[in-house]
């Protein structure tokens, strides 16, 4: 079993869908979570990071960080053609090394 | 806008050529990561260094890959012999303990 599971889709939605992405993890150490975005030929941009519990929002996207079901989620609001990419969760203890998920495809579908 | 930068950015080259990859990490971040991503394995992880000392490599293929860290500027990742399989694109990442790694654009290598 992996340290940390991502459903790799591909998803597709209509223009203006609210987005949910999600991993799950094993590790109970993991004190930090990212998200990160993936164009195509580009490499992966930070997008979210959190090192709580809880919801964090930074405009349209939203990370939810659930310790105690080892579950984190993404969401977007308004989804746009430009949200097309893939989108990797990733995780760390202090001071390590990430830990990624496989990578979800989004299609936005104008 | 502080960016890590990597180079060539493209290779082709054949198979039993040396490859040399280069990446200057962000000024002041004092971790450095090299990872492969392929369409079958995804992104992983290779090796990385702390203040320029290598901390673990044990996902690079110790007898044709090396990773070394001249100084705090520059980050190399060498591959000699290349061979087919080795085809991935290559990112340099860099960052500083306890926060988040910031990715280069990657060398998108191709060994024929």
């Known amino acids: 079993q992996k340290e940390v599971e991502q459903d790799p889709g591909p998803l597709s939605v209509p223009e203006g869908a609210i987005v949910s992405l999600n991993c799950t993890y094993s590790n109970s150490a993991f004190q930090y979570f990212m998200w990160y975005r993936q164009y195509s030929r580009k490499g992966p941009e930070l997008l979210m990071y959190?090192?709580?519990?809880g919801n964090k929002e930074d405009g349209r996207f939203t990370a939810q960080v659930d310790k105690s079901s080892k579950y984190i989620s993404l969401f977007i609001r308004d989804s746009q053609p430009s949200d097309s990419a893939t989108y990797l969760c990733a995780m760390m203890e202090y001071g390590n090394k990430l830990v990624f998920g496989a990578g979800t495809i989004l299609r936005v579908k104008s | 806008d502080a960016r890590v930068t990597q180079t060539p950015r493209h290779k082709v080259t054949e198979m039993g050529q040396e490859v040399t990859m280069r990446c200057q990490p962000i000024l002041g971040h004092n971790t450095v990561f090299w990872y492969r991503q392929t369409m079958m394995q995804g992104l992983e992880l290779l090796a990385y260094?702390?203040?320029?000392?290598?901390?673990?490599d044990s996902g690079m293929p110790k007898d044709r890959f090396s990773a070394e860290m001249p100084d705090a500027t520059l980050a190399t990742l060498k591959i000699q012999p290349s061979e087919p399989r080795d085809s991935a694109v290559y990112f340099c990442?860099?960052?500083?303990?306890?926060?988040?790694?910031?990715f280069g654009p990657g060398t998108r290598l191709l060994v024929l």
């Open positions: 260094f702390r203040n320029r000392a290598p901390l673990d």
């Open positions: 990442a860099s960052g500083s303990l306890g926060e988040t790694q910031y």
């Open positions: 959190t090192y709580s519990s």
